[in-house]
């Protein structure tokens, strides 16, 4: 089955999404560092815990967008909605506690979240149901049938 144009999309802003992130990172990595190695537990750890867990944070967004758009896995797509809803209660827990940040970061992580939402609105529009199996394809989608 092809992609339907709707996966596409979804890809295209997805990667964009992630690709905001992976800048905004190395941006804040500086601040990150020097936030994380004032708890004594991480600095107990040295640096290298925050080098393996931005690699994972970096790493899941990318793991879901394969099995999403090349796979068509119906789980992962359920697993990234989930974790979007997460991501945005803890935005509007970062808001009210005024800890959303500020300059360049904070227009970075915004456009980040437009796209993220952008790209998971993607996964429910009509033509990606038989995508993810949820539906059976339209009758010009579907495998022409074997002659008997």
């Known amino acids: 089955m092809t992609r339907p ?3 596409v999309r979804f890809e295209q802003f997805y990667i ?21 190695m004032r708890n ?4 107990a750890m040295g640096p290298g815990f925050l080098y393996a867990t ?3 944070g970096l790493a899941i967004p990318l793991l879901l967008w394969f099995f999403i758009a090349r796979r068509g896995s119906a789980i ?3 697993i990234l909605v989930v974790l979007f809803g997460i991501g945005i209660l803890g935005l509007v ?5 005024g800890r959303f940040p500020s300059g360049l970061s904070g227009v970075l992580a915004a456009i980040a979240l437009v796209l993220q939402a952008i790209a998971v609105a993607m996964l429910f529009r009509p033509d990606t149901g038989p995508w993810f199996g949820e539906s059976e394809p339209e009758a010009d ?8």
């Open 5 to 7: 144009l709707s996966i």
């Open 141 to 148: 989608e579907r495998e022409p049938e074997a002659e008997a």
């Open 76 to 78: 992962a797509k359920w």
């Open 93 to 97: 827990f970062t808001v009210m506690s």
């Open 16 to 36: 964009g999404y992630w690709l905001v992130g992976l800048v905004n990172t190395v941006m804040s990595w500086d601040r990150s560092l020097s936030i994380a």
């Open 54 to 56: 931005t690699a994972v």
């Open 40 to 43: 004594p537990a991480v600095a």
